[in-house]
């Protein structure tokens, strides 16, 4: 139980840092929604791939420093995270961002337009875990 806790905190810390890192020394936000949205023609789009190349990469980090996967069940089917998965892709460009960039880089820098949009994605995401819950 212990060790769920630490993976859930140096996931935290690794992802606070990398998105610090981009906004110090590159000055621009670390939302993953428009940076994978930006991939095709924007003049950044070498330094955007080469961010989504890294956040691919992490699961073989992953591998190599702990050797093996952690263990995780999913219950849902494919359709369901297909359908989910756009789900949340539309509301990205919905609501111009994401978790990471609302969530983790707005909400540090106070803006009141993230807190909004972090407050939509927390309540949403209650209630579709608890209508998929009161479903299954």
């Known amino acids: ?9 140096l996931g ?8 610090s890192v981009l906004l110090v020394f590159n000055g621009r936000v670390a939302g993953i929604s428009g940076i994978f949205g930006r991939l095709i023609g924007s003049a950044r ?10 956040l691919l990469a992490g699961p073989a980090l992953y591998l190599l420093a702990f050797g093996g996967w ?5 219950a849902a089917s494919w359709p369901v995270l297909v359908l989910a998965g756009l789900l949340v892709g539309f509301g990205t460009r919905l ?8 969530g983790v880089v ?3 820098r ?8 972090t407050a ?11 209508l998929m819950g009161a479903l299954a």
């Open 45 to 54: 789009s070498l330094e955007n791939a080469a961010f989504i190349a890294g």
């Open 110 to 117: 106070l803006s009141r337009r993230s807190m909004v949009a």
């Open 12 to 19: 935290g810390l690794l992802i606070g840092a990398s998105a």
């Open 106 to 108: 707005g909400l540090a």
């Open 1 to 9: 139980m212990t060790a769920d806790y630490f993976y859930g905190l």
């Open 70 to 74: 952690p263990q995780i069940s999913i």
């Open 120 to 130: 939509v994605f927390l309540t949403v995401g209650v209630v579709t875990a608890s």
């Open 95 to 102: 609501g111009s961002g994401c978790t990471s960039g609302h």
